[in-house]
Structures are given as C-alpha cells and as structure tokens.
C-alpha cells in the first residue's frame, strides 16, 4: 500500500516558538493532503485541506495565521504551528489523497508538547 | 448537519464476535471508512464501502445499507491485540471525511 511519512514524530517545544511538521507521500502523488488534530481521547479533527499550488482551505475555528500550511509540491505539504502555547498540544495528523475515493492515506502522526 | 454516530465503547471476550454500529448522515456521500486507531498512532484503513452489503476482509467484515444510513463493522475471532478504537467515516460530496468519535473495544481474555 501507500505509505505516508510525517516529520518530526514528536516534537516538545517552548511557548511562544515556531514548529513545522513535514507530510510526504513517498510513493505516489497526492492531489491533497489533510491535516487533521487529535485531543486525547477525541476524534480527529479536521484542520484544513491542502491542495498542490493553492492555498489551503481551512475549517471553521482554525486560524490561518496561526497553522500556515504550504503544499509546495504534490508529495509534501507543511504544517508551521506558529507562536505556540500550551493548548496547541495534541496529536497532529496528515493525510493524503490521490484521487480515488478510497485512496486516503495517513502519516503516522507528529505528536507535539508545548512547554 | 452532518453527524455521525457510534457508540463510545464496547467490551467483548476474546475469541468472540463483536458488532460496531455506525449510523450517519452526511451532505453527499461517496463512501463509508472503518479505520482502526492504536492509542498514540494515527489511524489504519480497515475497510471501504460504497454500495450496499457486506465486504469481507478475513476476520474483519464491514456492512452497507445506503438507504438506511447505516453500516456495521463485525469483528470476528476476537484476539486482544484488537483492543483500540475503531472509526467510522463517511466520505461527502466535497470528497471530505466526515468522522465518528469512535468506538473504544476492550477486549477481556
């Protein structure tokens, strides 16, 4: 099957600082990538949609200026968590996606502490 | 809205079968997911359904009825390493996944 890389896996950072997390799909090209955060014992929880040479679509309640995302190319796409604190802790998702309904692959997940 | 539901959690014996219902409704659909999700891991495809019935996939097998919004993951042969919580995602018209909150499964030797 597809595999998804994300990186770093788990990320512990200072208040205040900047983290990027990198999402690669490493064998095939992803039209778009998601990003998604996960609250302990919650569901995921879509943060914005990323497509290839366009601005990311972001959801309701999500701050743009806060989580930039670039999807430079059509295997990866960045999550900059930009001035974070505390409540920005959480388990941070991406995935990916080829075309095909089915074909929705996700990284192994970025879990970042905001100290 | 769009909603999905399942329960919070469920407990079986290993060895067993187990059930997990989800029922939805969704602007659109282009298909429902079961993922299955570790606790600290991301989730890992289980299934996918997109016309009515059952798909079955060795132990694990997932049911669609459309009409009903409406869909089961059947567990069978419980093994422990089974414990995690398991998804349901409808797929939108816009092509988005639409999730459940899950369904914590303990299993009990």
């Known amino acids: 099957g597809a595999v998804v890389s994300q990186h770093p896996s788990w990320v512990i950072c200072k208040s205040g600082t900047s983290v990027k997390i990198e999402c690669r799909s490493l064998d095939f090209q992803a039209t778009t990538m998601f990003w998604y955060r996960q609250f302990p014992k919650q569901s995921l929880m879509l943060m914005a949609t990323s497509n290839e040479g366009s601005k990311a679509t972001y959801e309701q309640g999500v701050e743009k200026d806060k989580f930039l995302i670039n999807h430079a190319s059509l295997t990866l796409s960045t999550l900059t968590v930009t001035s974070a604190h505390p409540e920005d802790s959480s388990f941070y998702i991406c995935?990916?996606?080829?075309?095909?309904?089915?074909?929705?692959?996700f990284g192994p997940g970025t879990r970042l502490t905001v100290t | 809205g769009q909603n999905i539901d399942q329960p919070t959690e469920m407990t079986a014996t290993e060895g067993a079968i187990v059930q997990i219902n989800c029922t939805y409704q969704t602007s659109g659909f282009n298909g429902l997911f079961w993922y299955q999700q570790h606790a600290g891991e991301a989730p890992t495809f289980l299934s996918y359904n997109v016309l009515d019935g059952l798909e079955e996939k060795g132990r694990f097998s997932s049911f669609l009825s459309r009409s009903k919004g409406y869909s089961y993951l059947l567990l069978k042969e419980l093994q422990m390493k089974d414990s995690a919580s398991y998804l349901c995602a409808v797929m939108d018209s816009n092509y988005q996944l639409i999730w459940g909150a899950g369904t914590k499964l303990i299993i009990k030797p």
């Open positions: 995935s990916a996606y080829s075309g095909e309904p089915y074909e929705q692959y």
